[in-house]
């Protein structure tokens, strides 16, 4: 027998063992709870000392397992014996034990002689109390590896709310869309192989694919053990974690094996539990695949069953709540899965069809089971005593003999009544459904029993949609829902349109439009509010959103925060696709929108708060549709990477090479600013597929029309902020369109301007010096009206095309640098020149254009905005930079007493001026990316200079200390510190470091020569070098060992 764990003097070094601290608060007195009563969300302990003592069990800032830990003993009691009266059975070892089934000294310690009950007959209503429970925490199954799940203690009387409250609130499950209650048999029973492996894989995959609870009676055997081994094959064959499938077992725990490991008043974090089958006699083992379990007390010892009434009650609490899940707010089916099972089996079945709940009976699984899977298709007349006398002979037949006449009449009458319901009775079998189709069965089985409930006609068919959506199961939306039984009309799918949406469920979205949802019915502009409303808060455009708000609500000085609105929507996308589109939403008048007209009259919704059905019902406006809904609904998913919702809608666009090229660079921009890294990834990489949509879109046009193909890449798209397919790709930076054929071929028209693209480069610059030839043959022209000699036109076109424009802007430039050179070498007088002055009326040219750039705002960003995005661009600075130090240059040379540190300004400003030549040079084929490869190759060098500096300063501190005493001269030290080693490394090794070459007429003996460095350590009588030659030739080896091989090397190869 197990040995019940209590508070008495048999088990303190027992419970020490598992607990470290025993926790022996005040004495609580035993209360009743009511199923009406309202549990409190987390009540506190009945005494500070009781605190104390569960806050000390645990580390600091386990908080969880300090509420939980306050919160069980103040709200789930336990059972407990108050009166020892002797039975006349007794144990299995022949010891005496009370009529609870217990020994005498598992009682408490005053049970034994209570002055109060002496002398009476035992009475469970009278001699068990409730008292806090002292069995909770998490269960470790010792030798399986890491299975570890939560367990209570529970009394048999305890309110459903509460354990419900439990599950939800401190074991952080979310409620089931689903509950599954699996009975049968609960000894270990034989099912074919492969019935089996279809109940097991098609009962986990309905739990994982719906969110379903699978509840049973959480014991190591029979169906309960048939559940387990289902679980864990799903968890080791599949990549989600075991949590994703809640297995519920209600146990009873006067029934449960090695118990007393699992006492602990303070909670068992985690309490080690063997599972021993050999030694159980019995008793039970709990089932180590199962995650959750909740053992029902009523104070006794062996006897099973206690746990079915509060099973019962709690599975009927559970079917009564109402889950919102993906917008779509239902009550909690229940569905109950039977296998093999006795006579216990068949009263659960009775009661669930007398209750409501459809049953699943698995044919083949043996005994109950197969009685009514045989019978199950007879008409109820045809039932005959007879008929299930010879059943139950077959089927039962090691203990047919216990079945009596009167009890043959009682299975026959329950088995009629079964069968007479049989819109809740589905019969799986094997074959039938295909293989692996548990799971449709129980769906189906839970469909075909709201047809015939609470729902009728259009309401029916609403509510097994909500179900579908709600499960996530769009093949059973497809083949029970969507057939010729029922017409659905467009507008009736809005609202689960919507909340499929939410929930991001794509293949529900494909459906409903393949069903005939036509998406400028449905986007209208109070659905785009509300969509955006209900984003993911963990969305980095949602967070974008708030930032915009909180500015506006500042901006207003108003008290509250005001609500998301489609041009708080434009603002943040306008800063994403950048400045060249329109605002997507532009700010509506202070007038009242009128609703939407859509009536959803039988599907209650609600996500978030929002009520969804509030959008979706009758008024005497009209309804507000946008300009494209297949781009509102595009961006609503691409913002968050929503990837195969996104490509659903992508597929409906008209414009969908710009739709593409468009979400690229949405994403890119907010991949920069998202902050984890996988989400990053992510995200480049859904913006790396839009650009090859785009491009794929591009070819298969470009093969068909090139002409019409290279048209789009310029055509002003309306829906997309007025911009360009052409302008987007450059935005996006989408180098891989833009290296496209067709895209080359046309930016090489562009390019020539209206000239034909096979003149010669140098025919264009012969032209350029000597523009009469412009009216010869030597440069042809597309059109054929150009082609007259004395056309005005010819002229105009030749000179407008952006081929000569930049040209001419590069021989300007190059005029401008040699004039600009030959003044500051040749002709630099006190007074400015002609050719001078020439240079500054240029540097006002420049000056202007730069000024132009900055202030120059068509898309009306603001000041600040255009100089943000103005000194974004590396050569924007590098201009600034260049008139800044030309005119502070300029302002010295006009001052006579500053003439000659004005021409040193004016020569570093040349040379910034010459370095802006890269970037007009990066058009070029062959120039262009190796100045792209340099600048790149310039952030790199940062990082090998500070490592060559650490070398540098580090070997030139060392030789000057070793070879020269007490230098002052801080020119002189800093030569011979940074600029001599330098130096070195580039071959000009001082003449003194090794003492060979060294004269005393190079250097100032006491330093007081300014043009000579102070001599080394030398001798005083024959002016000899006293240092360490062969110190400082060491250092010298190993400084050019380190920085000429390995650093440059390195150097080297990082370019490389």
Same mark, same amino acid.
């Given at each position: 027998?197990?040995?019940?764990?209590?508070?008495?003097?048999?088990?303190?070094?027992?419970?020490?063992?598992?607990?470290?601290?025993?926790?022996?608060?005040?004495?609580?007195?035993?209360?009743?709870?009511?199923?009406?009563?309202?549990?409190?969300?987390?009540?506190?302990?009945?005494?500070?000392?009781?605190?104390?003592?569960?806050?000390?069990?645990?580390?600091?800032?386990?908080?969880?397992?300090?509420?939980?830990?306050?919160?069980?003993?103040?709200?789930?009691?336990?059972?407990?014996?108050?009166?020892?009266?002797?039975?006349?059975?007794?144990?299995?070892?022949?010891?005496?034990?009370?009529?609870?089934?217990?020994?005498?000294?598992?009682?408490?310690?005053?049970?034994?002689?209570?002055?109060?009950?002496?002398?009476?007959?035992?009475?469970?209503?009278?001699?068990?109390?409730?008292?806090?429970?002292?069995?909770?925490?998490?269960?470790?199954?010792?030798?399986?590896?890491?299975?570890?799940?939560?367990?209570?203690?529970?009394?048999?009387?305890?309110?459903?709310?509460?354990?419900?409250?439990?599950?939800?609130?401190?074991?952080?499950?979310?409620?089931?869309?689903?509950?599954?209650?699996?009975?049968?048999?609960?000894?270990?029973?034989?099912?074919?192989?492969?019935?089996?492996?279809?109940?097991?894989?098609?009962?986990?995959?309905?739990?994982?694919?719906?969110?379903?609870?699978?509840?049973?009676?959480?014991?190591?055997?029979?169906?309960?053990?048939?559940?387990?081994?289902?679980?864990?094959?799903?968890?080791?064959?599949?990549?989600?974690?075991?949590?994703?499938?809640?297995?519920?077992?209600?146990?009873?725990?006067?029934?449960?094996?090695?118990?007393?490991?699992?006492?602990?008043?303070?909670?068992?974090?985690?309490?080690?539990?063997?599972?021993?089958?050999?030694?159980?006699?019995?008793?039970?083992?709990?089932?180590?695949?199962?995650?959750?379990?909740?053992?029902?007390?009523?104070?006794?010892?062996?006897?099973?069953?206690?746990?079915?009434?509060?099973?019962?009650?709690?599975?009927?609490?559970?079917?009564?709540?109402?889950?919102?899940?993906?917008?779509?707010?239902?009550?909690?089916?229940?569905?109950?899965?039977?296998?093999?099972?006795?006579?216990?089996?068949?009263?659960?079945?009775?009661?669930?069809?007398?209750?409501?709940?459809?049953?699943?009976?698995?044919?083949?699984?043996?005994?109950?089971?197969?009685?009514?899977?045989?019978?199950?298709?007879?008409?109820?007349?045809?039932?005959?005593?007879?008929?299930?006398?010879?059943?139950?002979?077959?089927?039962?037949?090691?203990?047919?003999?216990?079945?009596?006449?009167?009890?043959?009449?009682?299975?026959?009458?329950?088995?009629?009544?079964?069968?007479?319901?049989?819109?809740?009775?589905?019969?799986?079998?094997?074959?039938?459904?295909?293989?692996?189709?548990?799971?449709?069965?129980?769906?189906?089985?839970?469909?075909?029993?709201?047809?015939?409930?609470?729902?009728?006609?259009?309401?029916?068919?609403?509510?097994?949609?909500?179900?579908?959506?709600?499960?996530?199961?769009?093949?059973?939306?497809?083949?029970?829902?969507?057939?010729?039984?029922?017409?659905?009309?467009?507008?009736?799918?809005?609202?689960?349109?919507?909340?499929?949406?939410?929930?991001?469920?794509?293949?529900?979205?494909?459906?409903?439009?393949?069903?005939?949802?036509?998406?400028?019915?449905?986007?209208?502009?109070?659905?785009?509010?509300?969509?955006?409303?209900?984003?993911?808060?963990?969305? #980095?455009?949602? !967070? +974008?959103?708030? =930032?915009? /708000?909180?500015? *506006?609500? %500042?901006? @207003?000085?108003?008290?509250?925060?005001?609500?998301?609105?489609?041009?708080?929507?434009?603002?943040?996308?306008?800063?994403?696709?950048?400045?060249?589109?329109?605002?997507?939403?532009?700010?509506?008048?202070?007038?009242?929108?009128?609703?939407?007209?859509?009536?959803?009259?039988?599907?209650?919704?609600?996500?978030?708060?929002?009520?969804?059905?509030?959008?979706?019902?009758?008024?005497?406006?009209?309804?507000?549709?946008?300009?494209?809904?297949?781009?509102?609904?595009?961006?609503?998913?691409?913002?968050?990477?929503?990837?195969?919702?996104?490509?659903?809608?992508?597929?409906?666009?008209?414009?969908?090479?710009?739709?593409? #090229?468009?979400? !690229? +660079?949405?994403? =890119?921009? /907010?991949?920069? *600013?998202? %902050?984890? @890294?996988?989400?990053?990834?992510?995200?480049?990489?859904?913006?790396?597929?839009?650009?090859?949509?785009?491009?794929?879109?591009?070819?298969?046009?470009?093969?068909?029309?090139?002409?019409?193909?290279?048209?789009?890449?310029?055509?002003?798209?309306?829906?997309?902020?007025?911009?360009?397919?052409?302008?987007?790709?450059?935005?996006?930076?989408?180098?891989?369109?833009?290296?496209?054929?067709?895209?080359?071929?046309?930016?090489?028209?562009?390019?020539?301007?209206?000239?034909?693209?096979?003149?010669?480069?140098?025919?264009?610059?012969?032209?350029?010096?000597?523009?009469?030839?412009?009216?010869?043959?030597?440069?042809?022209?597309?059109?054929?009206?150009?082609?007259?000699?004395?056309?005005?036109?010819?002229?105009?076109?030749?000179?407008?095309?952006?081929?000569?424009?930049?040209?001419?802007?590069?021989?300007?430039?190059?005029?401008?640098?040699?004039?600009?050179?030959?003044?500051?070498?040749?002709?630099?007088?006190?007074?400015?020149?002609?050719?001078?002055?020439?240079?500054?009326?240029?540097?006002?040219?420049?000056?202007?254009?730069?000024?132009?750039?900055?202030?120059?705002?068509?898309?009306?960003?603001?000041?600040?905005?255009?100089?943000?995005?103005?000194?974004?661009?590396?050569?924007?600075?590098?201009?600034?930079?260049?008139?800044?130090?030309?005119?502070?240059?300029?302002?010295?040379?006009?001052?006579?007493?500053?003439?000659?540190?004005?021409?040193?300004?004016?020569?570093?400003?040349?040379?910034?001026?010459?370095?802006?030549?890269?970037?007009?040079?990066?058009?070029?084929?062959?120039?262009?990316?190796?100045?792209?490869?340099?600048?790149?190759?310039?952030?790199?060098?940062?990082?090998?200079?500070?490592?060559?500096?650490?070398?540098?300063?580090?070997?030139?501190?060392?030789?000057?200390?070793?070879?020269?005493?007490?230098?002052?001269?801080?020119?002189?030290?800093?030569?011979?510190?940074?600029?001599?080693?330098?130096?070195?490394?580039?071959?000009?090794?001082?003449?003194?470091?090794?003492?060979?070459?060294?004269?005393?007429?190079?250097?100032?003996?006491?330093?007081?020569?300014?043009?000579?460095?102070?001599?080394?350590?030398?001798?005083?009588?024959?002016?000899?070098?006293?240092?360490?030659?062969?110190?400082?030739?060491?250092?010298?080896?190993?400084?050019?060992?380190?920085?000429?091989?390995?650093?440059?090397?390195?150097?080297?190869?990082?370019?490389?």
């Amino acid at each position: 027998m197990a040995v019940r764990g209590r508070h008495t003097k048999v088990l303190p070094s027992q419970l020490n063992k598992v607990c470290p601290e025993r926790g022996d608060g005040p004495t609580t007195h035993p209360r009743e709870m009511s199923d009406f009563e309202v549990v409190p969300n987390l009540q506190q302990s009945s005494s500070s000392v009781a605190k104390g003592q569960r806050k000390a069990h645990f580390p600091s800032g386990s908080n969880e397992k300090e509420n939980l830990i306050s919160w069980i003993p103040e709200n789930i009691r336990k059972k407990e014996c108050t009166y020892f009266v002797e039975s006349s059975q007794t144990s299995d070892s022949g010891r005496v034990v009370c009529e609870c089934g217990y020994l005498r000294e598992q009682h408490l310690e005053d049970a034994a002689k209570p002055p109060l009950f002496l002398g009476k007959e035992w009475d469970p209503n009278r001699h068990i109390q409730e008292m806090p429970t002292d069995a909770f925490g998490d269960i470790h199954f010792t030798g399986l590896g890491q299975k570890t799940g939560k367990y209570v203690r529970v009394s048999s009387d305890t309110p459903p709310r509460v354990i419900y409250h439990l599950m939800t609130q401190h074991w952080g499950l979310d409620a089931p869309n689903l509950l599954i209650s699996v009975t049968g048999g609960a000894k270990n029973f034989i099912m074919k192989p492969r019935l089996k492996n279809i109940f097991r894989q098609g009962l986990v995959k309905v739990a994982q694919t719906t969110g379903a609870w699978i509840i049973t009676g959480g014991s190591h055997a029979g169906v309960m053990k048939q559940v387990g081994e289902a679980v864990r094959d799903f968890v080791l064959s599949c990549s989600y974690k075991e949590g994703d499938v809640v297995t519920i077992g209600i146990a009873t725990w006067g029934t449960v094996y090695n118990r007393e490991s699992l006492i602990c008043p303070m909670g068992g974090f985690p309490a080690e539990y063997v599972l021993d089958e050999e030694n159980q006699g019995s008793l039970s083992c709990l089932d180590s695949n199962h995650s959750h379990f909740i053992l029902v007390d009523d104070g006794t010892h062996g006897r099973y069953g206690v746990e079915i009434p509060l099973r019962t009650r709690l599975e009927k609490f559970i079917s009564k709540q109402t889950k919102v899940k993906g917008g779509v707010a239902i009550k909690i089916p229940i569905v109950c899965v039977v296998l093999e099972g006795g006579p216990g089996t068949l009263d659960t079945i009775y009661n669930a069809i007398t209750n409501g709940t459809p049953c699943v009976i698995v044919e083949g699984s043996g005994r109950v089971a197969d009685v009514i899977a045989q019978v199950a298709g007879l008409p109820v007349s045809e039932i005959t005593i007879a008929l299930i006398r010879k059943k139950l002979s077959v089927l039962f037949h090691d203990t047919y003999e216990q079945f009596t006449e009167g009890r043959v009449v009682e299975w026959t009458k329950k088995i009629q009544d079964i069968v007479r319901s049989r819109q809740l009775l589905t019969i799986f079998r094997e074959g039938k459904y295909g293989q692996q189709d548990v799971d449709v069965a129980i769906l189906q089985a839970l469909f075909k029993a709201s047809r015939n409930q609470d729902h009728f006609g259009r309401e029916n068919w609403d509510h097994q949609l909500k179900l579908a959506v709600a499960w996530n199961r769009v093949d059973i939306a497809r083949s029970e829902i969507f057939t010729d039984d029922y017409e659905w009309k467009p507008t009736d799918l809005h609202s689960v349109m919507a909340a499929a949406l939410i929930s991001n469920k794509p293949e529900f979205v494909k459906l409903f439009v393949e069903q005939g949802v036509r998406l400028k019915e449905f986007v209208t502009w109070d659905t785009l509010v509300y969509l955006y409303d209900n984003m993911a808060p963990s969305c #980095l455009f949602h !967070s +974008k959103l708030q =930032k915009v /708000l909180l500015e *506006e609500k %500042e901006h @207003t000085a108003s008290s509250k925060m005001p609500r998301i609105q489609l041009h708080h929507v434009s603002q943040v996308l306008r800063e994403l696709l950048g400045r060249s589109t329109q605002p997507l939403y532009p700010k509506p008048k202070h007038t009242e929108r009128p609703r939407l007209s859509i009536p959803v009259p039988h599907i209650k919704l609600n996500v978030q708060g929002s009520s969804l059905r509030s959008l979706y019902k009758r008024t005497s406006g009209r309804v507000t549709f946008t300009i494209d809904p297949v781009r509102d609904l595009l961006i609503w998913a691409v913002v968050q990477s929503r990837k195969e919702l996104a490509e659903i809608i992508w597929a409906q666009s008209q414009d969908c090479m710009a739709a593409a #090229l468009a979400c !690229s +660079k949405i994403l =890119k921009e /907010l991949a920069k *600013e998202e %902050e984890d @890294t996988d989400t990053t990834d992510e995200m480049l990489a859904l913006a790396e597929q839009y650009e090859h949509k785009a491009i794929g879109v591009f070819t298969e046009c470009y093969r068909k029309d090139e002409e019409r193909a290279q048209k789009l890449l310029v055509r002003v798209s309306e829906a997309w902020g007025k911009t360009t397919c052409l302008q987007l790709a450059l935005e996006a930076k989408n180098m891989n369109f833009v290296s496209h054929g067709g895209v080359q071929a046309f930016l090489t028209k562009v390019w020539w301007g209206k000239m034909c693209v096979d003149n010669g480069l140098w025919r264009v610059i012969v032209c350029m010096l000597f523009f009469p030839l412009l009216y010869t043959s030597f440069i042809a022209f597309r059109e054929k009206k150009m082609q007259p000699m004395g056309c005005l036109t010819r002229f105009r076109a030749f000179f407008t095309a952006p081929v000569v424009i930049f040209h001419m802007n590069i021989l300007s430039y190059f005029t401008f640098l040699l004039l600009f050179a030959y003044v500051l070498m040749v002709d630099f007088q006190p007074s400015p020149s002609w050719w001078e002055y020439l240079i500054y009326f240029w540097l006002f040219s420049l000056v202007c254009e730069e000024i132009r750039q900055l202030l120059h705002d068509p898309d009306g960003l603001g000041a600040l905005k255009m100089a943000s995005l103005y000194f974004k661009d590396f050569w924007n600075k590098l201009d600034v930079g260049a008139i800044v130090v030309f005119i502070v240059g300029l302002t010295c040379r006009l001052i006579p007493s500053t003439l000659y540190p004005g021409r040193i300004i004016l020569s570093l400003a040349f040379i910034i001026f010459c370095l802006r030549l890269m970037h007009i040079f990066t058009v070029s084929k062959t120039l262009g990316p190796k100045i792209i490869i340099v600048k790149r190759m310039m952030k790199d060098v940062f990082f090998f200079l500070f490592l060559l500096a650490v070398w540098v300063v580090s070997f030139g501190v060392a030789k000057q200390a070793i070879l020269i005493h007490n230098e002052e001269r801080v020119e002189w030290l800093f030569r011979g510190v940074v600029y001599h080693s330098y130096l070195t490394i580039f071959g000009q090794i001082p003449s003194y470091i090794d003492g060979v070459n060294f004269n005393i007429d190079q250097c100032s003996p006491n330093g007081t020569d300014p043009y000579k460095p102070k001599c080394p350590e030398t001798n005083e009588d024959n002016k000899e070098p006293i240092f360490p030659e062969w110190l400082t030739v060491i250092l010298l080896c190993l400084y050019l060992l380190f920085t000429n091989i390995l650093l440059l090397n390195l150097l080297i190869a990082m370019f490389n």
